[in-house]
Structure formats: structure tokens, C-alpha cells
Nanobody, 123 residues
Framework: QVQLDESGGGLAQAGGSLRLSCVAS????????MAWFRQAPGKERELIAA????????YYVDSVKGRFTISKDNDKNTLYLQMNSLKPEDTAFYSC????????????????WGQGTQVTVSS
């Protein structure tokens, strides 16, 4: 079983940047597709970025395109989310997730999840 541990969340000002990290243990993520989800208060969880197991394909929800970048370092067994030009509406609880096959846009298709980290963006 894969365990995921997120870090890097916190408080940022609008226009600022944060980088989330998701360290995996238990199995190499080199053969895993990974994703970042977020859930804001009173809203449903949404997938915001995904990356294929080889890192060749990525997906971004429209609201973060051009601002967020997902990447994975297989040597460090770590998934990243670089978040630039942050907006107050990016405030949410962010979680990473993984699955064995190609990435999916649906959270129910992911086999394992991290505990999550809070991101708060002030205006």
C-alpha cells in the first residue's frame, strides 16, 4: 500500500506562490498516475491537476491553467504542485492521490490518498 504525506500548505497573499509536496512511501510512484484535488468550504471536492505515470501527459482544470504546475520526481518519489499567482478563491484543503493506471478525472478512481494540507490565500 502506498502512503502519501503532503506538505507546503499555509497562508499566502493574493498574487503569491506556494509549492505543495506529496511524498510517497511503500511503493515507487514511477508507475503511478497522480493527481491533486482540493475542497473549499461548502463545495465539492474537485480535481485540479493530474499527471500520467510517465509524466508525459498532464491535465488542469480551467481555473488553474497557466498558474499551477503539476510534476513528479520519481527519484524522490514525490509529487509537486507549484502554485503561482494565487487568488483568494484558491483557498481550500488540498490532497494528493494516486492510482496504478492512467489518470482519471474522478476522485473515486484513485486508490490512495494523503491526509491533505490547508492553503489559505488572503486578499
Amino acid at each position: 500500500q502506498v502512503q502519501l504525506d503532503e506538505s507546503g500548505g499555509g497562508l499566502a497573499q493574493a498574487g503569491g506562490s506556494l509549492r505543495l509536496s506529496c511524498v510517497a512511501s511503500g511503493r515507487s510512484i514511477s508507475t503511478e498516475s497522480m493527481a491533486w484535488f482540493r475542497q473549499a468550504p461548502g463545495k465539492e471536492r474537485e480535481l485540479i491537476a493530474a499527471i500520467s505515470w510517465a509524466g508525459r501527459r498532464t491535465y488542469y482544470v480551467d481555473s488553474v491553467k497557466g498558474r499551477f504546475t503539476i510534476s513528479k520526481d520519481n527519484d524522490k518519489n514525490t509529487l509537486y504542485l507549484q502554485m503561482n499567482s494565487l487568488k483568494p478563491e484558491d483557498t481550500a484543503f488540498y490532497s494528493c492521490a494516486g492510482r496504478r493506471t492512467g489518470y482519471s478525472l474522478s476522485g473515486i478512481d484513485y486508490a490512495y490518498w494523503g491526509q491533505g494540507t490547508q492553503v489559505t490565500v488572503s486578499s
